[in-house]
């Protein structure tokens, strides 16, 4: 399951998932990365500009590395798919990227409950998203933006509910009718 939902992370940047899943996920995806970025620049320079030493340091963590995460997936993108190559994304894209943080390349957002069985769900992503600003294939799932969570919820339909108050005209109170006293 690890397996998968980290080869989800590399391939499409971000994921939507439930909370421990996410918090699992995260230890995973950072140790994959470190090990990639612990290679220097060997990790991100073409395969035939390096020497012996740098081609032989980098197959044997491109093999660690394979242990763990599939070589390849699929991502849709705009109607059109495409085949991405994993490991090579590590090294190349998000070893690069990461190169002068000393951790921390994910994050997790919290959304709220799922409807459907109340599970806490939360949205995992990497911190510095892709050149366009929205990760190298978009959103997970085909999703156009992620669920709103409870405290976005609440504040927008208290925004609501005040926009409503200040439309209605408000209505003059009538006097309250006094009692009629026989004496």
């Known amino acids: 399951m690890l397996r998968a939902l980290t080869a989800n992370l590399v391939a499409h940047e971000r994921i939507e998932t439930t909370d421990a899943k996410a918090k699992e996920l995260r230890r995973v995806a950072e140790k994959l990365i470190t090990k990639a970025i612990r290679l220097g620049p060997v990790a991100y320079t073409p395969q035939k500009d390096l020497d012996a030493a740098g081609k032989a340091r980098r197959i044997a963590v491109e ?3 394979g242990q763990f995460l599939r070589r390849f997936a699929v991502v849709e993108r705009g109607g059109e798919s495409r085949r991405v190559d994993l490991i090579e994304k590590v090294f190349l894209d998000l070893a690069k990227r990461f190169r002068d943080r000393p951790g921390g390349y994910t994050r997790i957002i919290k959304l709220g409950r799922r409807r459907g069985d109340n599970a806490p769900m939360s949205l995992v992503e990497f911190v510095e998203l892709g050149s366009d600003g929205s990760g190298s294939s978009g959103k997970a799932k085909g999703k156009d933006k992620p669920k709103k969570g409870a405290a976005e919820k609440a504040e927008a339909s208290a925004e ?5 108050a200040a439309e209605k005209p408000k209505r003059a109170k009538k006097p ?6 026989e004496e």
């Open 176 to 181: 309250k009718a006094e009692p009629d006293t």
């Open 63 to 65: 093999q660690r590395i």
């Open 160 to 164: 609501a509910k005040s926009e409503k």
